[in-house]
């Protein structure tokens, strides 16, 4: 098994709390305090042992933050098209935008750490391309990685400074890009905000039905069947989705093997996809690349927020 396979099964294990759900005191302690198991397990692993604490918390935090955001992500192309939502830009900018703007309203440590984590792909992505000599197409509807994880920057410390200072610095914004970041946030909050009014469901409205599915795992791919069905991401998703929006049908929301590395919103059956192979993917990209990160801290980014709250 690859470490990544290792993490996987350590959750499935241990259990994982939902990421972007609001959490009580109590439960959010809960949720570090499985983290904490889930590190101190994988130690007993012969691939692990020699790695440190704090490699495997981090590991960790990568791979599931980063699974979360893309599903996100997809479920704002799914916003767009069942509210037939006008965009001004392109559409993967607007669908970024959503992930991060909904990640910032729920506001936990949480979930800005899926944020972090989701930025650090990006300049990861970047550094891999650099060094294996592969060119972006001028013609792809996605931007630039390093600008999808400035992106992610910027809105965050446009919401707000004092508080993602030190993410700023980390990643090298500019002052004076930090300065027009906090209007980048108001007028893009403001947008979806404005959009999204209409469709927001009343207490009074019945929840839409969302089906949720896990299909079987094949050969190597059966540990991420097993694990996110016992995260329940796509549950926690479908939830979500289903109180906050009165959408006008219903959803499917699904995980399988799909021979490649994709996440995709299906607008012909009101469906959105995410491979196993995704989650194998962020887990060479954090093996191959990751371990050589140098700008952000040593420590786990969730302990980074606690100590910088402490301050």
């Known amino acids: 098994m690859t470490w990544l396979r290792h993490v996987l099964v350590a959750v499935l294990v241990f259990g994982w709390e939902p990421v972007l759900a609001q959490q009580a005191p109590s439960e959010a302690g809960s949720f570090e305090a499985r983290l904490d198991e889930v590190t101190r397990a994988l130690a007993s692993y012969p691939s692990l042992k020699n790695v440190s604490d704090q490699k495997r918390r981090q590991l960790t935090e990568f791979v599931v933050g980063n699974m979360f955001f893309v599903f996100v992500h997809e479920m704002g192309h799914a916003v767009i098209h069942e509210m037939e939502l006008s965009v001004l830009g392109k559409e993967e900018d607007a669908a970024d935008a959503y992930a991060i703007l909904m990640a910032l309203k729920v506001g936990t440590k949480m979930s800005h750490g899926v944020l972090v984590e989701a930025s650090k792909a990006w300049f990861l992505m970047d550094k891999r391309d650099q060094r294996e000599g592969t060119q972006p197409d001028a013609w792809d509807s996605h931007g630039l990685d390093k600008q999808r994880a400035y992106q992610i920057v910027c809105l965050m410390v446009g919401s707000d400074k004092q508080q993602f200072k030190d993410l700023a610095d980390m990643t090298n914004l500019p002052e004076e890009r930090q300065e027009t970041c906090q209007r ?85 059956n009101r469906k959105v996809f995410l491979c196993y192979e995704l989650a194998q993917e962020f887990g060479q990209l954090y093996r191959n690349y990751g371990q050589e990160w140098k700008t952000p801290p040593k420590e786990g980014w969730f302990a980074r927020w606690r100590r910088a709250k402490q301050n």
């Open 184 to 268: 980048d946030y108001k007028d893009t909050s403001s947008a979806w905000e404005k959009a999204l009014a209409p469709h927001r469901r009343s207490a009074e409205q019945p929840r839409q039905k969302i089906e949720v599915k896990y299909w079987p795992g094949k050969g190597e791919f059966d540990v991420y069947e097993k694990s996110f069905r016992s995260i329940q991401i796509l549950e926690m998703v479908a939830n979500h989705a289903a109180d906050a929006f009165a959408w006008p049908n219903p959803l499917g929301l699904e995980m399988a093997t799909c021979g490649e590395s994709a996440a995709q919103w299906q607008s012909t």
